[in-house]
């Protein structure tokens, strides 16, 4: 039998305008990465407000949102590590990735914060499909025994602290967490942005704020050394295959974030992977949850995010072929950018007076807080920065703070 010749077929016309609508998809997930204090959600929810006045063919207002969402999450890395960074003295307090920019690897911290992101983007698009069917089919089970799985993480999160001591501050720090989400997050107050909501406050003031408050006194952004990555490139495609995985789960059970995934993800790699570890693995969740919430999509018909929800309002037709070439091509632009951007980001932040910047920075939060949830938001921002304090001082992780989702939902499910 003679072999048959296939005949690929590109279309021209489309293939360059997918390009430009990724393009400025992607340009708009930059900005809206490098402003302090955006909350994902609250960005997803701007574009769900403004995505029916976008002129142009639904599919490739769709392809724009898509790679914005894609780009936004390999951009917001940058100001999460070059701002609030503290004094070298409580680097034991400090994120992960602050505590790489004080030892000088911010550079290498940005490279892997950008990998890690890339990696789960290619993993993410062959494992979407299996992932999505096993998680659907568990996903009834875990519905309804919701409340024990969830308790189940808080107690793991507890007993990942190195000592009894920790343990209690960890226990400490979720139960207020929990009480701040319990009275707070049924709240609607009014807001001047119609994507109003009490997340940006909440997240602002738990996770921001207290960084910001340690930096005003610390030493700033010290001068970075050399870009080379030193963790190891077999760890750290495990570290990002691995984040993918994590990703999906992040999309279907509510309460868990990137950042308690990221942590289980260290606890299940065979020796760990330290700062460099949780900063691919974080990364990389983040980045995937987007692709798994485009297949969730098309598998149950169920928007899983805000941003789908903004896809669906701007009546996107389910390309998927298009779309998946859009989040690859999107997650090129995400790497180049962050790497490029984050560089400039840490220099000209190094040569900033810190305490300025800092208190510029808080400044914005208390806005930004205003803008989304009105006088109300203000003063949850300031409520909840006192709280975010907490495991600071005690010395724990900051993942313990998720208990403002967490809790809520043991309460109700």
Same mark, same amino acid.
């Given at each position: 039998?003679?072999a048959?010749s296939?005949?690929?077929?590109?279309?021209?016309?489309?293939?360059?305008?997918?390009?430009?609508?990724?393009?400025?998809?992607?340009?708009?997930?930059s900005? $809206?990465?490098?402003?302090?204090?955006?909350? *994902?959600?609250?960005?997803?929810?701007?574009?769900?407000? +403004?995505?029916?006045?976008i002129?142009?063919?639904?599919?490739?207002?769709?392809?724009?949102?898509?790679?914005?969402?894609v780009?936004?999450?390999?951009?917001n890395?940058?100001?999460?590590?070059?701002?609030?960074?503290?004094?070298?003295?409580t680097?034991?307090t400090?994120?992960?990735?602050?505590?790489l920019?004080?030892?000088?690897?911010?550079?290498e911290?940005?490279?892997?914060s950008?990998?890690? $992101?890339?990696?789960?983007?290619v993993?993410?698009?062959?494992? *979407?499909?299996?992932? !999505?069917?096993?998680? !659907?089919?568990?996903?009834?089970?875990?519905?309804?025994? =919701?409340?024990?799985?969830?308790?189940?993480?808080?107690?793991?999160?507890?007993?990942?602290e190195?000592?009894?001591?920790r343990?209690?501050?960890?226990?400490? $720090?979720f139960?207020?967490?929990?009480?701040?989400? @319990? +009275?707070?997050?049924?709240?609607?107050?009014?807001?001047?942005?119609? @994507?109003?909501?009490?997340? *940006?406050?909440? &997240?602002?003031?738990l &996770?921001?704020a207290?960084?910001?408050?340690?930096?005003?006194r610390?030493?700033?952004v010290p001068?970075?050394?050399?870009?080379?990555?030193?963790?190891?490139k077999?760890? +750290?495609?495990?570290?990002a295959?691995?984040?993918?995985?994590?990703?999906?789960?992040v999309?279907?059970?509510p309460?868990?974030s990137?950042?308690? *995934?990221?942590?289980a993800? =260290?606890?299940?790699?065979?020796?760990?992977? %330290?700062d460099? %570890?949780?900063?691919?693995? !974080?990364?990389?969740?983040?980045? @995937?949850?987007?692709?798994f919430?485009?297949?969730?999509l098309?598998?149950?018909?169920?928007?899983?995010?805000?941003?789908?929800?903004?896809?669906?309002?701007?009546?996107?037709?389910l390309?998927?072929p298009v779309?998946?070439?859009?989040?690859?091509?999107?997650?090129?632009?995400?790497?180049v950018?962050?790497i490029?951007v984050?560089?400039y980001?840490?220099?000209?932040?190094?040569q900033?007076?810190?305490?300025?910047l800092?208190?510029?920075i808080?400044?914005?939060l208390?806005?930004?807080?205003?803008?989304?949830?009105?006088i109300a938001?203000v003063?949850?921002?300031?409520?909840a920065?006192?709280?975010?304090m907490?495991?600071?001082?005690?010395?724990?992780?900051?993942v313990h703070?998720?208990?403002?989702l967490?809790?809520? =939902?043991?309460?109700?499910?």
């Open positions: 039998m003679d048959q296939v005949e690929v077929v590109v279309d021209l016309e489309l293939t360059l305008l997918v390009f430009a609508w990724v393009l400025a998809g992607a340009a708009l997930g900005v $809206s990465g490098l402003i302090p204090g955006l909350h *994902a959600n609250n960005f997803a929810l701007l574009l769900a407000g +403004v995505a029916p006045s002129p142009g063919p639904p599919l490739f207002v769709g392809v724009a949102m898509l790679s914005a969402s780009v936004h999450t390999f951009v890395a940058v100001p999460a590590m070059a701002l609030g960074v503290p004094d070298a003295e680097a034991v400090a994120l992960p990735g602050h505590r920019v004080l030892e000088g690897r911010g550079y911290a940005i490279r892997l950008a990998l890690g $992101s890339l990696l789960a983007v993993a993410a698009v062959p494992l *979407a499909v299996p992932l !999505t069917w096993g998680v !659907t089919a568990v996903y009834p089970t875990v519905r309804s025994n =919701l409340s024990l799985v969830l308790a189940a993480v808080v107690v793991g999160l507890v007993l990942s190195p000592s009894w001591r343990r209690g501050g960890g226990l400490c $720090s139960g207020l967490a929990a009480t701040l989400g @319990a +009275v707070t997050l049924d709240l609607s107050p009014d807001a001047p942005l119609e @994507a109003g909501g009490v997340l *940006a406050p909440i &997240f602002a003031g &996770f921001g207290p960084v910001l408050i340690d930096a005003i610390g030493g700033g001068p970075q050394n050399d870009a080379a990555v030193t963790m190891s077999p760890l +750290v495609g495990l570290t295959a691995a984040g993918a995985v994590a990703g999906a789960v999309g279907y059970v309460g868990i990137a950042a308690i *995934a990221a942590v993800v =260290l606890l299940a790699i065979p020796g760990g992977s %330290g460099r %570890g949780y900063v691919v693995a !974080t990364s990389g969740v983040d980045t @995937a949850n987007t692709i919430a485009l297949v969730a098309v598998a149950i018909g169920q928007p899983r995010t805000g941003v789908m929800v903004a896809f669906e309002n701007a009546n996107a037709p390309n998927i779309l998946v070439g859009s989040v690859l091509l999107a997650g090129l632009f995400g790497f950018l962050t490029a984050g560089d980001y840490l220099e000209v932040v190094g900033l007076r810190y305490w300025r800092s208190l510029a808080l400044a914005l208390v806005v930004l807080s205003f803008l989304f949830a009105g938001g003063v949850i921002f300031a409520v920065a006192a709280i975010g907490v495991p600071i001082r005690l010395r724990v992780r900051r703070l998720m208990g403002v967490i809790g809520p =939902l043991l309460l109700t499910v």
